[in-house]
């Protein structure tokens, strides 16, 4: 079993309902060929570094799993043909020290995960209390 880690964005126009059931498919893929999903880390929605197919946002998900390395192909073979997958990229870690690292990010992801995000709410100011701009005075 080697150790791997599966980034993954999809595109911001989706709902939340369609961002779940687009996770909950791609992790049933994993489970249905044998891998074991060990952390999630949902990123949320982030600005891309640039446009990708005139998107300037995306949802980013990062998975930390365990697998078989003869069911690759057949994961990133459905990733491939998904249409709401902006990119994503697979990395494989193999030796020891890169193991060690998987496992130190993986529970860096669990520790810094947020429990409930707060809502920032904007106040507007009622017109009424709105202070009007004063002219400068015209010195002669």
Request: with cysteine.
């Amino acid at each position: 079993m080697k150790h791997y880690e599966l980034l993954f964005v999809l595109k911001p126009t989706l709902t939340e309902e369609e961002v779940k059931a687009k996770f909950d498919y791609i992790n049933s893929i994993l489970e249905t060929n044998g891998c074991e999903v060990r952390f999630v880390n949902d990123m949320g929605v982030r600005k891309l570094a640039y446009p990708i197919e005139k998107y300037e946002r995306g949802h980013y998900f990062v998975l930390y799993f365990v697998g078989e390395p003869a069911v690759m192909d057949e994961i990133l073979r459905n990733l491939r043909y998904m249409e709401e997958i902006l990119r994503f990229l697979n990395l494989k870690f193999e030796t020891k020290k890169e193991v060690a690292s998987w496992e130190k990010m993986a529970k860096a992801t669990v520790k810094k995960a947020p429990e409930a995000k707060p809502t920032v709410e904007t106040k507007v100011a009622p017109e009424a209390e709105a202070v009007p701009a004063q002219e400068p005075k015209k010195e002669d």
